[in-house]
């Protein structure tokens, strides 16, 4: 089965500071798909990114970035110089692609999410 | 273009009441998704449809129904509503069963 932890409930930073988000997974499939949601207080998740296990290569946009790292199965989220505006809250989740026979696939299992809030 | 919509925005129930959450897309997505949000616990799949005509149970479907009444639209009904089903609800669609999913706005659903 698959499992996502995000293993920090809450984060308070100031703003102008950077900050990073854990994310940990375990999957036994080879292929599979990392994302990142928002949640603003206005309640609706808003799609970030998404990563296939194949790509390992650290992706950038804006003061956002992500590094993903196979090896300890970690990706993590990093905000670059964050703002009141990014106070949300922030999910990982993880879906198998290997439709082989595995009672997990294409299905999103999300971390419990990581609550942030900048202070201006 | 309205993406994901869902009705009602807000309900409350009493215990043993029946209701239908509404979900519709405009995105020609092929797969749609039921989830509930509690506080602490992320989001979890309560039913999945991975293509018109076809609808299977995610982790926690126990007391709930869903139709995929044609491509774009997904419904779940809570036959005999209990609190235990006081949650956010929100539906979500991928144009296929492994791609990006996109999400609704929610309906807080209280159950007295």
């Known amino acids: 089965a698959q499992k996502v932890t995000q293993a920090q409930t809450e984060i308070s930073v100031v703003e102008k500071e950077d900050v990073t988000l854990d994310c940990v997974y375990e999957?036994?499939?080879?292929?599979?798909?990392l994302f990142w949601y928002k949640q603003p207080p206005s309640g609706e998740l808003v799609f970030l990114i998404r990563?296939?296990?194949?790509?390992?290569q650290n992706e950038i946009s804006g003061r956002y970035s992500w590094n993903f790292q196979k090896s300890t199965s970690s990706f993590n989220f990093t905000i670059t110089a964050s703002q009141v505006v990014d106070s949300a809250v922030y999910f990982c989740?993880?879906?198998?692609?290997?439709?082989?026979?595995?009672?997990?696939?294409?299905?999103?299992?999300f971390g419990q999410g990581t609550i942030l809030t900048v202070h201006p | 273009n309205a993406g994901v919509t869902q009705t009602p925005k807000f309900q409350v129930l009493k215990t043993g009441q029946s209701m239908t959450l509404q979900c519709a897309q405009d995105?020609?997505?092929?797969?749609m998704y039921w989830y509930r949000q509690d506080p602490g616990m992320g989001l979890r799949l309560i039913y999945y449809?991975?293509?018109?005509?076809?609808?299977d149970k995610g982790e926690v479907p126990n007391g709930y129904n869903v139709s995929r009444l044609n491509k774009r639209e997904f419904s779940l009904r809570l036959e005999s509503a209990a609190p235990s089903q006081t949650s956010v609800y929100f539906c979500?669609?991928?144009?296929?069963?492994?791609?990006?999913?996109?999400f609704g706005p929610g309906t807080r659903l209280t159950v007295l």
């Open positions: 990563r296939n296990s194949f790509d390992e």
């Open positions: 995105m020609n997505h092929n797969s």
């Open positions: 449809s991975a293509s018109e005509g076809t609808t």
């Open positions: 979500a669609s991928s144009a296929i069963i492994t791609d990006t999913q996109y």
């Open positions: 999957t036994r499939d080879t292929t599979y798909y």
């Open positions: 989740a993880l879906s198998e692609a290997n439709n082989a026979g595995g009672t997990s696939y294409g299905k999103l299992t």
